[in-house]
């Protein structure tokens, strides 16, 4: 799965969390931090709950409490061989 389409995963598990805040998250970088998007923490776990779903896998725990970029979490998305 190349940068784009991993990009295009996140904002839509963004949007399935926040979906009045679909315009805030359609220039999002994968350089951008977790914190930059303004998610509380639940719903960073529903989105990232949602992107598990897509690609049919659960993050461990150990390395999720390491992510702190969409970069990070789309190393995880190509971990589980998305």
Not at 10 to 35: C, G, H, M, Y
Not at 57 to 82: H, M, N, Y
């Amino acid at each position: 799965m190349n940068d784009p389409q991993i990009v295009a995963m996140i904002q839509d598990a963004l949007a399935s969390v926040a979906p009045n805040r679909k315009a805030d998250f359609a220039a999002i970088k994968l350089d951008q931090t977790i914190e930059s998007l303004g998610l509380d923490s639940i719903a960073t776990m529903e989105m990232v709950g949602a992107i598990e779903d897509k690609v049919s896998s659960t993050f461990p725990d150990e390395e999720l409490a390491k992510v702190q970029t969409l970069g990070d979490l789309a190393k995880l998305i190509r971990s589980a061989g998305a």
